[in-house]
């Protein structure tokens, strides 16, 4: 894959999900990222699965990054924090409001030694928010926006989902606002706050049924402009080995071949739209009668929008996942090979209209770069460098 932000230096303090994918994607699109962590191992570093001492939760997403482990308490290591965002174009942080300014690194205090400095925040409620001191992860943020709500069990109860919405929302418009702020800069010299909410992001998924509800005035349980779970052309059918299909044929075209698959021809006129729990039923009786894989054969090349529920093992050896290369790779010192799924964005030029840049599927190190040696290209001495670490400011690890 191309490098589009090869020259663009990011000082990364991020210590959650939606940070660290934050600097994880600006990374595969070329950023050089130095990541400045605790003295101790963070929550991250802990989490399963633990495989010789080492957590894959976090290596699946610190590649193409350069670690420092710093205190930031100490004089001397906010010192050098302070320097190093003199050299940068990018502070990412996602502390609670407030930490950061505590620390000596907020905003404006980094503005001061850095006009050009373009600093990410990314918190629960966002940095102005009555709420902005609130605790809170991706559940929390699904329920108060709404997602749960509308994401419900035929009894009613709602159901966790598998992904982290908001987290990775978060990372996704963090990432989008810093290449944003990065353009403007071209023009303007000058850097910018980006304030992301995760709640926001998580709101911002409910945008269709919002606008609705406010022109209206009708929520969308009684104003009828919600997929309802007794829709049968939008719905999730189990088949006779207790696997699952997908149906999504809304369009009169899908809905025409669906029908006509599945031997109910009739239905193209007789069902005209919206919440049907008896027609539902009956489809649900149809799809009982054969295992997934004969349903998937039946529908295969029909083009109506069918699909298999797949395990991840089935989605990442799919067709279109091993065509686009959606995996990239990291060595690691102890562990070897790790591979992890890369950042989906692919490039086309003129020159290679026909077919997509591959990925970066190349081994990378997370570890290619120890601290003395981040340090000595900030312009510190090996000497000075040795300093900090006998006085426990820096960590050789």
Known sequence: MASPLKKVRILDFTHLLPGELCSTILADLGCEIIRV?????????????????ESLYYWSIHRHK?????????????AVAQNLSRQVDIVLENFRPGVMTRL??????????????????ISGYGQGSTWSQ???????????????????????TPVLPGALISDYLSAVYAALGVTSA??????????????????ECALSTMNVLSTAMLYTGQ????????????????????????????VAALEPQFWQIFCQTVGRPELVKTYTGGANAKLRDELAAIFAKRPLAEWQALFDGTNCCVSPVQT?????????????????????????LIPQL????????????????????????????????????????????ERLIKAGVLSQS
């Open 104 to 121: 000596g690194l907020g905003f404006k205090q980094l503005k001061k030694l850095n006009n050009r400095l373009i600093y990410c925040s």
């Open 134 to 156: 609130r605790p809170g992860h991706d559940l929390n943020f699904v329920a108060e926006s709404g997602i749960l709500n509308y994401n419900r069990q035929p009894d009613g």
């Open 37 to 53: 962590e605790s003295m101790k191992p963070g929550l991250g570093q802990s989490l399963p699965p633990i495989v010789k001492g």
């Open 219 to 246: 929520p969308p349980e009684s104003g009828n402009y919600t997929y309802q779970t007794e829709l049968p052309n939008y719905n999730i059918y189990e088949c006779s080995d207790r696997r699952y299909i997908a």
């Open 182 to 199: 990065l353009h403007e800069r071209n023009a303007s010299g000058k850097g910018k706050h980006v304030d992301i909410s995760m709640f």
């Open 342 to 385: 890369a950042t989906p964005i692919t490039t086309r030029t003129a020159k290679n209209g026909a077919g997509a840049d591959k990925k970066n599927v190349e081994p990378s190190s997370g570890q290619s770069h120890g601290p003395i040696e981040i340090l000595k290209s900030a312009g510190y001495s090996r000497r000075q460098c």
């Open 312 to 336: 991840l093992a089935e989605a990442l050896d799919s067709l279109p996942a091993r065509e686009r290369f959606v995996l990239a790779n990291l060595m690691h010192p102890t562990l070897g």
């Open 66 to 78: 350069r670690r420092l482990r710093l205190d930031l308490k100490a004089p001397e290591g906010l």
